[in-house]
């Protein structure tokens, strides 16, 4: 069964950074593509970063240039650094698996990315 722990977020002030991190269970990081999703009260959940079992990623267009997927195969954990970060960036972010995408040549459609963990808040202050 694949268990996801994102952790690392907080609040910020508008051109600040973080870092956030996903441990992964049940399923090699390195085997699979995985994305950093995000979600606003009241809006629909998207997918903002997505990397897959190549290494390569991809990003949704507002976080291009700012943020950065990554992975640790050794410990089998997903990150994000998020620079640069704008108000417009508050938001809870989950990391999630998509199983049945292999490779990528841009953002996967969030119907793919099956299973998140409890996700992570992030807010931006401006």
């Known amino acids: 069964q694949v268990h996801l722990v994102e952790a690392g977020g907080g609040s910020v002030q508008a051109g600040g950074s973080l870092r956030l991190s996903c441990a992964v269970s049940g399923i090699s990081v390195g085997s699979t593509c995985m994305g950093w999703l995000r979600q606003v009260p009241g809006k629909e959940r998207e997918v903002v970063a997505a990397?897959?079992?190549?290494?390569?990623?991809e990003y949704t267009g507002s976080v291009k240039g700012r943020f950065t997927i990554s992975r640790d195969n050794a410990e089998n954990h997903l990150y994000l650094d998020m620079n640069s970060l704008i108000p417009e960036d508050t938001a809870m972010y989950f990391c999630?698996?998509?199983?049945?995408?292999?490779?990528?040549?841009?953002?996967?459609?969030?119907?793919?990315?099956?299973?998140w963990g409890q996700g992570t808040q992030v807010t931006v202050a401006s």
């Open positions: 999630a698996v998509a199983r049945d995408v292999h490779q990528i040549l841009h953002i996967p459609p969030i119907r793919y990315f099956e299973t």
């Open positions: 990397v897959d079992y190549r290494g390569h990623d």
